[in-house]
């Protein structure tokens, strides 16, 4: 794996590190005074690839975020030979919640995403974990040489001793394991003979229980039809009492209904005892000892329907006579009595006038009459006041034979009319009479119409209650000859129903019917006690069969149960010896095994020891200057460099603090090349964390201009240190300088800031 680039924010001291265009292959330095943030570059790489870092082993990942913000974030470009260039993001906030996930950088797919899937595809892309890549491809400047517990397990583990041993270990287990298994088969053989031995003696015995067990079980075959049957007539009984419970609720709650509910409530009610006909088995012999008692109820009830259905039709006809009379006593119709009561008042109103106006000319024309003939006779008396009224007739050129006669013309025309007045006035006087008396008349049939309708109206409101004798004796007495013929229809066929001796109306009969139904469900709850009586009868019987039958069971399938597990025992032996041998293979193999892996695992300290002083001894040399060329590892792992000044090994006490740098250096990069050949099989980058500490200026300078070519495949280095002389940067591809006070890091590719 080969790093491209690097980006954070809020990572540690840096609020933004951008590291673009890193060089592929070559060294890279990073320089910079102590806390600059040049370990926190090392540091954001471990967080993006694996989660945690040196520091967040001791502290919570959320410790790295920086003080004054609420999350962190790691991105990084990355190549892996042969298998792509690859983004990994990585995210957590100041409350421990964390996201990462891994794109294709070229086609910016989505590849993985979320812990789990995240780490299961890099150990798929890079075949390492924080252990291996912390102890390969990372040098700590606070690791110790070869010293510490873990670069020795990891040696181990990287050349397969560990894997081996604990294989061994694991053999040796299992192999303890399967002896107890062997011992405990053993054991169960000769258990299983001995119980074989047992089960014989109880197996000749299945013919006679069965015999028996099949005598019993047509016994209870028997008593459970039987069982079925009283059951069954149980059911019917409980049936017919519900029923009956139901009829005498129904017939009870009549007395409360409307007519027009009570009809049809009856017809449902006659209707339920229609089943007489249709009925079968026990519930027929219950009908047929109560068949008296059923057809009165039948009867009854088929009589009460047929009244209330009459008496509706009844009630119809004089619901049609209530609105005839509405009609008849309507203001706005013109020929109701209301209509011909106004006709007649305004006739008898305009006779009025005309004899008031016959009586005025009357008096008028008789008046005139009389003066008239006065003034004739006045005109015959000779007195001063008729010659004064002759000289008035004379001034008017009328002569006195002229005037006498225009006097008695018109005297006698006035009389004749006052005479005519007179007569008329009389006539129609008359027939102001008339008309005032037919007025009256039409008054009475009114108020009459107007009573009978109230009369029936509160009858009707009544009867639909049920009251039909209050109807009946309201309905005789309106006039109506068409509905009294009904009326008296109904009275005939009905009046001993509704209206009965000592009782108002039907609902005597109502009652009584209630009674007989009532006595005929305590008759049904009689027998059911009687039914229940028998069943238990049964049950006990069915009881001490079943309990016959299921101690003769239990013996039959305890002897059938000898029978199979004898057979399984024998084969379950069979099986036992099998295995037995089996597991006898399986030691004698393990055993081999671990013999096999023991010689393995000291084959390869014997190797381990040797390749890894070969690799020493050709980087050695480049970085002491020549001064030390042998190196020794045994199979132990301990560590000695040769010395040509006293001829022998030196023990790592004896060595300057320049030359333990060095030898650190060489071991690691002898780690990492023997990871990539056993592991990775891939080009890697290795992060160098401050190697030189102790190294002089001349040693640095050789061990820089020798890294390219220690290892053909680490080609990518990284290389902390708080300094570099100007002919050290010289071997760097890119320098990347921090600065203690900033807390940005921006790095393009050909510069830093």
């Not at 975020?65 to 990585?90: C, H, K, N, Q």
């Not at 270990?169 to 053993?186: P, T, V």
């Not at 069982?227 to 017919?240: F, H, P, T």
């Not at 119809?316 to 209530?322: I, K, S």
Request: hydrophobic share 40%; aromatic share 8%.
């Amino acid at each position: 794996m080969l790093i491209r680039s690097i980006r954070a924010e809020n990572f540690m001291r840096f609020s933004r590190l951008h590291l673009e265009n890193l060089p592929l292959h070559g060294v890279i330095g990073i320089e910079g005074p102590n806390e600059s943030g040049k370990t926190t570059i090392g540091e954001a790489l471990l967080f993006a690839f694996f989660g945690k870092t040196r520091k967040s082993l001791e502290l919570a990942a959320a410790r790295l975020i920086r003080w004054e913000a609420d999350y962190m974030s790691v991105e990084v470009e990355f190549t892996v030979p042969a298998r792509g260039d690859f983004l990994i993001y990585r995210e957590i906030d100041k409350y421990g919640t964390n996201f990462v996930k891994i794109i294709d950088s070229k086609t910016r797919r989505e590849l993985a995403a979320g812990n789990i899937n995240v780490t299961e595809l890099l150990n798929k892309l890079l075949r390492y974990d924080f252990h291996d890549f912390h102890q390969s491809f990372y040098l700590d400047q606070h690791q110790e040489i070869l010293g510490g517990d873990s670069q020795e397990k990891f040696l181990e583990r990287m050349v397969g001793l560990a894997q081996i041993q604990e294989a061994a270990n694991n053999l040796g287990k299992e192999n303890e394991q399967l002896e107890r298994e062997y011992a405990h088969y053993q054991k169960d053989v000769q258990r299983n003979l001995q119980q074989i031995g047992k089960y014989e003696k109880n197996i000749l015995k299945l013919g006679e229980l069965k015999e028996s067990a099949r005598r019993l079980a047509l016994e209870m075959n028997s008593v459970e039809k039987k069982k079925v049957a009283a059951d069954r007539d149980l059911e019917v009984l409980k049936r017919i009492a519900e029923d009956h419970g139901k009829m005498a609720a129904a017939l009870d709650a009549a007395a409360a209904w409307h007519i027009t509910e009570l009809r049809d409530r009856l017809r449902s009610l006659v209707e339920n005892y229609h089943f007489f006909d249709k009925a079968q088995g026990l519930e027929r012999d219950f009908l047929e000892r109560n068949r008296d008692a059923f057809q009165a109820q039948k009867g009854s009830l088929e009589a009460l329907e047929a009244m209330a259905e009459e008496f509706l039709k009844l009630r119809g006809h004089y619901q049609d006579l209530v609105e005839e009379l509405a009609q008849r006593t309507a203001a706005g119709d013109a020929h109701s009595l209301v209509g011909e009561l106004k006709l007649l008042e305004a006739e008898l109103r305009q006779v009025r006038q005309s004899g008031k106006r016959a009586s005025w000319l009357f008096r008028l024309s008789f008046l005139l009459a009389a003066a008239l003939l006065g003034l004739w006779g006045l005109l015959f008396s000779g007195t001063p006041a008729a010659q004064r009224l002759l000289e008035s007739f004379e001034r008017m050129s009328l002569a006195r034979s002229h005037a006498l006669l225009c006097l008695s013309i018109s005297g006698s025309v006035a009389l004749l009319a006052s005479g005519l007045f007179f007569f008329g006035g009389r006539r129609l006087g008359g027939r102001a009479r008339h008309l005032a008396e037919e007025l009256s008349l039409l008054e009475l049939r009114i108020l009459a119409a107007e009573d009978d309708r109230k009369q029936l109206s509160g009858a009707m409101a009544v009867s639909e209650k049920g009251d039909i004798a209050s109807f009946i004796k309201t309905a005789e007495n309106v006039n109506d000859l068409v509905r009294q013929k009904h009326l008296q229809e109904f009275r005939q066929r009905f009046q001993k129903l509704y209206q009965p001796e000592g009782e108002k109306e039907y609902r005597k009969g109502l009652r009584e019917m209630v009674r007989s139904e009532r006595d005929l469900r305590a008759q049904a709850l009689k027998e059911i006690q009687r039914q229940e009586m028998l069943i238990q009868e049964i049950q006990g019987e069915h009881k001490k069969l079943r309990s016959d039958l299921d101690r003769l069971e239990n013996d039959l399938r305890d002897c059938e149960s000898q029978s199979s597990k004898k057979d399984i025992l024998l084969v379950k032996n069979e099986d036992l010896e099998l295995r037995s041998r089996e597991i006898f293979n399986d030691i004698e193999c393990r055993r081999v095994a671990i013999d096999l892996l023991r010689e393995t695992a000291a084959s390869i300290r014997n190797w381990i020891g040797p390749a890894l002083s070969r690799f020493v001894r050709g980087v050695l040399p480049r970085l002491t200057r020549n001064r030390y060329r042998e190196v020794k590892l045994d199979e132990d792992f301990a560590l000695k460099l040769f010395t040509s000044e006293k001829s022998d090994f030196l023990e790592l006490a004896e060595l300057s603090g320049g030359t333990l740098e060095a030898l650190r250096l060489a071991l690691r990069l002898a780690f990492s090349q023997t990871f990539i050949g056993a592991r990775t099989r891939q080009p890697q980058f290795i992060f160098l964390d401050e190697p030189f500490k102790m190294i002089d200026a001349e040693r640095t300078y050789d061990i820089l201009s020798a890294l390219r070519d220690l290892s053909p495949d680490i080609q990518q280095f990284f290389v902390v240190q708080p300094n570099f002389t100007s002919e050290q940067r010289a071997f760097f591809d890119r320098t990347i300088i921090t600065q203690p006070g900033s807390t940005e890091l921006v790095f393009k590719g050909n510069g830093a800031s």
